[in-house]
T-cell receptor, first 110, second 115 residues
Framework: GIQVEQSPPDLILQEGANSTLRCNFS?????LQWFHQNPWGQLINLFY???GTKQNGRLSATTVATERYSLLYISSSQTTDSGVYFC????????????FGKGTKLTVNP | ETGVTQSPTHLIKTRGQQVTLRCSSQ?????VSWYQQALGQGPQFIFQ???????GRGNFPPRFSGLQFPNYSSELNVNALELDDSALYLC??????????????FGPGTRLTVT
């Protein structure tokens, strides 16, 4: 099946810093989503981005489907950005719906 | 617009018992997917239901089964519980067409503990 790799696994920032999270995938995809999981386990939708670039406030994402990677940018980070960020993909013709990476654990210190 | 809801929030069961988890999909969504998330891991796909039929299954044994109802709500049933079944169970709903689903929206999850 498809492999989804996220990097870095852990990231520690000072408030106000910028960061880039990466997601590599091993096959063509129909869907790609970025999520933020809060400490209570809720997965919050950040972006639905099978290709192209999107922006939402301090967050933006870019997916280059032909090169099989996606990037999530967080600018001017805040302590509330802390948590685990997941990338998840759905393959073309695959039976698994949304295969998740192992996540990037982000800690933003005040 | 009501989001995805799940019940119960927490559950404690004994090894060998059976459990049923419930999920109500977001208004306008016809597809429900279930995921298992062990501590420190990413969610793993269990199965998906599209218009009351199973539409894809992950690498889980047959003791994991499900249903989708005409109102698109869904149940996840797990028989003969094992200690390794302890996890957060997440339900997601989406608008689907035959063969694929679009953006998925997740409920808050049910935390199952098997002792």
């Amino acid at each position: 099946g498809i492999q989804v790799e996220q990097s870095p696994p852990d990231l520690i920032l000072q408030e106000g810093a910028n960061s880039t999270l990466r997601c590599n995938f091993s096959d063509s995809v129909n869907n790609l989503q970025w999520f933020h999981q809060n400490p209570w386990g809720q997965l919050i939708n950040l972006f639905y981005i099978p290709s192209g670039t999107k922006q939402n406030g301090r967050l933006s994402a870019t997916t280059v489907a032909t090169e099989r990677y996606s990037l999530l940018y967080i600018s001017s980070s805040q302590t509330t950005d802390s948590g685990v960020y997941f990338c998840a993909v759905e393959t073309q013709g695959g039976s698994e719906k949304l295969v998740f990476g192992k996540g990037t654990k982000l800690t933003v210190n005040p | 617009e009501t989001g995805v809801t799940q019940s119960p929030t927490h559950l404690i069961k004994t090894r060998g018992q059976q459990v049923t988890l419930r999920c109500s999909s977001q208004s306008g969504h016809n597809t429900v997917s279930w995921y298992q998330q062990a501590l420190g891991q990413g969610p793993q796909f269990i199965f998906q239901y599209y218009r009351e039929e199973e539409n894809g299954r992950g690498n889980f044994p047959p003791r994991f089964s499900g249903l989708q109802f005409p109102n698109y709500s869904s149940e996840l049933n797990v028989n003969a519980l094992e200690l390794d079944d302890s996890a957060l169970y997440l339900c997601a709903s989406s608008v689907g067409l035959a063969g694929r689903s679009y953006e998925q929206y997740f409920g808050p999850g049910t935390r199952l503990t098997v002792t």
